[in-house]
Nanobody, 124 residues
Framework: QVQLVESGGGLVQAGGSLRLSCAASGRTFSKLPMGWFRQAPGKERDFVAAISWSGGNIYYADSLKGRFTISRDNAKNTVYLQMNSLKPEDTAVYYC?????????????????WGQGTQVTVSS
């Protein structure tokens, strides 16, 4: 079993930045691909980014490339999501995810573990 706890969400003005963190515990963290999804009010939960356990394979939602950066520190059992140039449409609950396959992390059905989520609100 893997436990995922997100932090770093909050309220930020448009154009600002936030860095989300996800601390993992339980099963050997460093062997699991990790990622992020988000869910805006009234919308489905969508893929944001994923990273392999080595960090050598990274995927982003096409619409977020260039603004969001995913990274991980296996020594700290933590994955990060750096979000820059934030827009009001980035407002959502952001969920940390884990699976055994980084490609599978791009779909909801491929996610094995979910965090509780952290709220990000971007004001205009």
């Amino acid at each position: 079993q893997v436990q995922l706890v997100e932090s770093g969400g909050g309220l930020v003005q448009a154009g600002g930045s936030l860095r989300l963190s996800c601390a993992a515990s339980g099963r050997t963290f460093s062997k699991l691909p990790m990622g992020w999804f988000r869910q805006a009010p009234g919308k489905e939960r969508d893929f944001v980014a994923a990273i392999s356990w080595s960090g050598g394979n990274i995927y982003y939602a096409d619409s977020l490339k260039g603004r969001f950066t995913i990274s991980r520190d296996n020594a700290k059992n933590t994955v990060y999501l750096q979000m820059n140039s934030l827009k009001p449409e980035d407002t959502a609950v952001y969920y940390c995810t884990a699976a055994t396959n980084v490609v599978a992390l791009r779909t909801r059905s491929g996610v094995l573990y979910w965090g509780q989520g952290t709220q990000v609100t971007v004001s205009s």
